[in-house]
Nanobody, 136 residues
């Protein structure tokens, strides 16, 4: 069974940094292991729907939500099976619950529009989230 476990959330002041991690397990025994897969980060606040923030494919191609470009960096360590999201120059509007997500049979890195349109239907697996709070 594939599981995703996020960590690294916390409370910071505006302008600060956080590095989120997502530990991935269970892929080696998954029947879809031989298919390419993409990883992504979503975030959600109580008053907004879940929002796609960043994505990466197996070739390390990346895409970002416009509002986080130049501030966030998504990366993956395939040996350690960890997905990271380095978040710098944080703003209060970056606050929310951050979820990592995995989608099988994904070769080209998806656009944020595609991820947003599909929403909860984009990934095959979700993590449980890690909370980020940015104060002004």
């Amino acid at each position: 069974q594939v599981t995703l476990v996020e960590s690294g959330g916390g409370s910071v002041q505006a302008g600060g940094s956080l590095n989120l991690s997502c530990a991935i397990s269970g892929l080696s025994t998954n029947p879809y292991i031989s298919t390419p897969y993409c990883l992504g980060w979503f975030r959600q606040t109580p008053d907004k729907e879940r929002e796609a923030v960043a994505a990466i494919n197996g070739q390390d191609d990346t895409r970002y939500l416009d509002s986080v470009k130049g501030r966030f960096t998504i990366s993956r360590d395939n040996d350690k099976m960890i997905l990271n999201l380095q978040m710098d120059t944080l703003k209060p509007e970056d606050s929310g619950m951050y979820y990592c997500a995995l989608r099988f049979s994904c070769r080209g890195v998806p656009t944020m529009d595609v991820m947003q349109t599909l929403g909860v239907r984009w990934p095959h697996h979700w993590g449980h989230g890690t909370q980020v709070a940015v104060s002004s």
